[in-house]
């Protein structure tokens, strides 16, 4: 199907314009930003049986980390999410067969390393692989902070490199256009289709850091750009590169919250990609890519931007599903407490489950989201005293007696407003004798977690489950590792546990 022609430019910027090329200010160090969390709390079953959280399949805080590692620093606390860690893996899960029945869930419960005599549910969802051939055309526009900060080899020069890895997987019908910030934004590619890589690939070549920082004016032109040329049934998304340091115009996270999730509204989403170290912004990186109904990751080699834009094109950039929500009612009976490990950032109110007005995170094509919990089962000794003027335990149905739990998953697939709904029942079917026993991937999964959680320093992991434990179960979980992420995280449980020594 021949796309139809672009609609009325603003006028092309002209490569001198202080948008591409103004003078360099002083880029300060050491003033990296992140959004504080304190780690989730156990929870009583008998006061709040019912845990609701949006999704997260980003993946910045785990090359984040690891650059912090590989430069033998202790990363930041706030700067490790531990579900992003987790979620930055594929950990072979089945896969549903329908589009219109996006996700198939796997679940496992086995016995936690890190604590005696508590549990770890394991939740996996794997989304549906829309194959390439159906995928729908795509209409970007390449957003790119030419600003002074984003100088030095691993800002400005490698986010080039990360573009031309998405230029290299762009079809006929995608259509590509770019618009540059600095002290003022201005457009410096028209609409142009993917049969033009030269062209696009010119166009980012040319462009030079300096100057401070419009990124509010950047994201409104990118937008209005976005919405000239939106086309209906094509995926139409802003990709922004960035270090996050906004320092004109609109520069608020909350003001620039505000603003894209409104944007979204149109059917424009966006997505964050960010770069440098210094004076990284993770702040405004997650503000913007939550409230985009977009991803945010970080770019802190070209590996990873193959990994991200190439290996994972699929799932960065075309949806299969809008608003994912995950609710767990846990049954009494069975389970006295329990621990969402993660997610502090995506915590929603039982009552926002239902409630297709609450924004929650966004699906690609064949991504995967996995949860874990830490469950205390009921009988064992529990974390705090029991009170002393009676547990008012509900009881639970006589059906449902055998349930640790109930899974719901409510999704909206792509354009539509009103939700869809999944569910099944936790029980002793999923249910593992010991860890070793449980399957691969919630070996893994838990390792990932254990690594996050003592990086952060959260009280919950016993010190008795030390460093080696850690490598020892994740390198007992290796498995099929074709592209080596799992041998080469392998390796940073190591280099964890020497910048933690020091």
Known sequence: ????????????????????????????????????AAANP?????????????????????ANTRRFLNDGAAPPRDAIRVEELINYFDYGYARPASAQ???????????SPW????????????????????????NLV??????????????LPLAQKALNVLIDQLRPQDRVAMVAYAGSAGAVLSPTDGRSKLKMRCALDALRAGGSTAGGQGLELAYALAKQNFAKGSVNRVILVTDGDFNVGIAEPARL??????????????????????????????ALAQNGNGVAAYVDTLNEARKLLRDDFQASLFPIAD????????????????????????LLNREDFNN??????????????????????????????????????????????????????????????SSKLMERPIGKADTFATLSAAPESTRFAVAVAAYGQKLRGDPWVDDGFDWPAVTALAQGARGDDPDGLRAEFVQLTKAARDVKAR
């Open 101 to 111: 029945t996006p996700f198939r869930a796997t679940v496992a419960v086995a016995p």
């Open 142 to 155: 390449f957003l790119v902070d030419t600003s002074g900060s984003m100088m030095g080899p691993d800002r």
């Open 257 to 286: 919250k505000d603003f894209v999730a409104d944007q979204r509204k149109s059917g424009v989403y966006l997505s964050v990609y960010g770069f440098g170290r210094g004076n990284y912004n993770d702040t405004m990186m997650q």
């Open 1 to 36: 199907m021949t796309p139809p022609p672009p609609l009325p430019l603003p006028p092309v910027q002209p490569r001198s314009a202080p948008a591409i090329i103004s003078a360099a200010p002083r880029v300060p160090t050491d003033t990296e930003r992140y959004p504080g």
């Open 115 to 138: 604590s005696k005599e508590r549990q770890i549910l394991h939740i996996g969802l794997q989304g549906y692989a829309t194959p390439r051939a159906d995928a729908p055309p795509l």
């Open 323 to 346: 608003d994912v929500k995950i609710q767990v009612e846990f049954n009494p009976r069975q389970v006295s407490e329990y621990r969402l490990i993660g997610y502090e950032t995506r």
């Open 42 to 62: 156990v929870k009583r079953v008998a006061e709040e049986p019912v845990s609701t959280f949006s999704i997260d399949v980003d993946t910045a805080a785990y």
């Open 356 to 417: 297709d007005q609450v924004d929650a995170g966004e699906v690609g094509s064949g991504a995967s989201v996995t949860a874990l919990y830490e469950i205390t089962p009921a009988g064992a000794r529990p974390s705090s005293d029991p009170l002393r003027y009676g547990d008012k335990t509900p009881a639970a149905p006589a059906a449902s007696a055998g349930e640790l739990a109930f899974l719901k998953v409510r999704y909206k697939l792509p354009g539509e407003t």
